[in-house]
């Protein structure tokens, strides 16, 4: 393999009139309208490590006995370009899953980021949040974590240990380290308590656990349990197998994601 040569000016060579898939462009390709359910909040959302963050929390709330949570969960299939329709670039400009749309105000409120719209419910009904300030600050900053450390796991290791066309050991090698210092900071943390931020389940584990955890699990990329040898770190395995045997969060994985088009 030649070694790649950078242009002096980058541009982009894979064009083409498929709606899906990535350009470096923002923006609506196409019309669209999204449906809309008669509960309170509609979910704009699929079944990955950040969508199910999402479907998780709703079934917290549920479970937790909160009135006024219900919620429509509609299906956005990023591999036919569903995100880049009108209606969802409307909620989220960024053309990514989940949104979120509360319709319980005079006005909708739309919200996305995954984290986001895990705060903004936990505040929203007063759950899963702590009230005292240092101890939501410590929740904040294992939240804020998973958003800035989420990406060399998803975009860096699982892309080029899974995704990319051809093996590559320099990548490999530069995310699966990070990926392993990750899980390191996780399980040095959790030696000291039972859940993410401290004595109770917060949205923080809701966030992290949908990644690291189902890293874990091995319910990420095929082979990369193994590959990481995440039995090594003995403390995250036991809080992953802990969060996964809540029923809410059993239900938010099994969730069904209605379509958006019949």
Not at 85 to 113: C, H, M, R, T
Not at 118 to 140: D, R, V
């Amino acid at each position: 393999m030649s070694e790649y040569v950078k242009p002096q000016v980058w541009t982009w060579e894979e064009q083409n009139e498929n709606r899906s898939g990535n350009r470096p462009t923002a923006g609506s390709r196409f019309e669209q309208i999204l449906p809309r359910g008669e509960h309170p909040l509609q979910v704009y959302s699929l079944g990955t490590p950040n969508g199910i963050k999402v479907a998780i929390m709703l079934e917290e709330l549920k479970e937790a006995g909160v009135r006024n949570a219900d919620y429509d969960l509609f299906r956005i299939d990023i591999g036919k370009g569903d995100q880049f329709g009108s209606d969802f670039v409307a909620i989220n400009p960024n053309s990514k899953i989940p949104a979120l749309v509360d319709q319980s105000a005079d006005e909708d409120i739309k919200v996305f980021e995954s984290a986001h719209i895990l705060l903004y419910l936990a505040e929203k009904y007063g759950q899963f949040i702590p009230k005292k300030l240092q101890e939501k600050t410590e929740m904040m900053n294992w939240l804020f974590w998973q958003t800035g450390a989420a990406p060399f796991v998803g975009g860096g290791f699982g892309h080029f240990f899974h995704y990319a066309p051809t093996a590559q050991e320099y990548p490999i090698n530069r995310y699966t380290m990070e990926t392993k210092r990750q899980l390191d900071v996780l399980d040095h943390l959790l030696a000291t308590r039972p859940y993410i931020a401290g004595d109770d389940y917060t949205i923080a584990d809701i966030a992290i656990w949908s990644w690291y955890g189902r890293l874990v699990e091995g319910n990420l990329y095929p082979g990369s349990a193994v590959f990481l040898d995440v039995k090594a770190y003995k403390h995250l395995t036991e809080w992953t197998e802990k969060i996964a045997a809540r029923p809410a969060v059993q239900r938010g994985l099994e969730a069904e994601y209605r379509p958006i088009s019949i």
